[in-house]
């Protein structure tokens, strides 16, 4: 199992930045993908950023430029940088890894969620 934990959301005005901090526990070892979702009520939960352990990045097309995601993993952390912060980005926020693992011969796959941490971009 694995267990993610956010924090760094809140109440921030438009212009404005956040940074998200998310730390991995439990068995970490075969965690090759961390990355940012972000869910609004009513709409389906959609990628923020996503890194893997091999040094790919995306982002999603509404952030770049604005928005940096960073990892660590031997420490199994991600981090998103937000900033020129805009009401469209109010969103819960959640954290997201993918474990890979298992013998060869029937590799498995799972996804871990955090609890998400809210950010909202109001005046």
């Known amino acids: 199992q694995v267990q993610l934990v956010e924090s760094g959301g809140g109440l921030v005005q438009p212009g404005g930045s956040l940074r998200l901090s998310c730390e991995a526990s439990?068995?970490?070892?075969?965690?090759?993908?961390l990355g940012w979702y972000r869910q609004t009520p009513g709409k389906q939960r959609e990628l923020v950023a996503r890194s893997t352990s091999a040094g790919d990045i995306t982002y999603a097309d509404s952030v770049k430029g604005r928005f940096t995601i960073t990892s660590d993993y031997t420490k199994k952390t991600v981090f998103l940088q937000m900033n020129s912060l805009n009401s469209a980005d109010t969103a819960v926020y959640y954290c997201h890894a993918i474990w890979r693992g298992g013998p060869v011969e029937r590799p498995m796959q799972y996804d871990y969620w955090g609890q998400g941490t809210q950010v909202t971009v109001s005046s």
């Open positions: 439990g068995r970490i070892r075969g965690i090759d993908t």
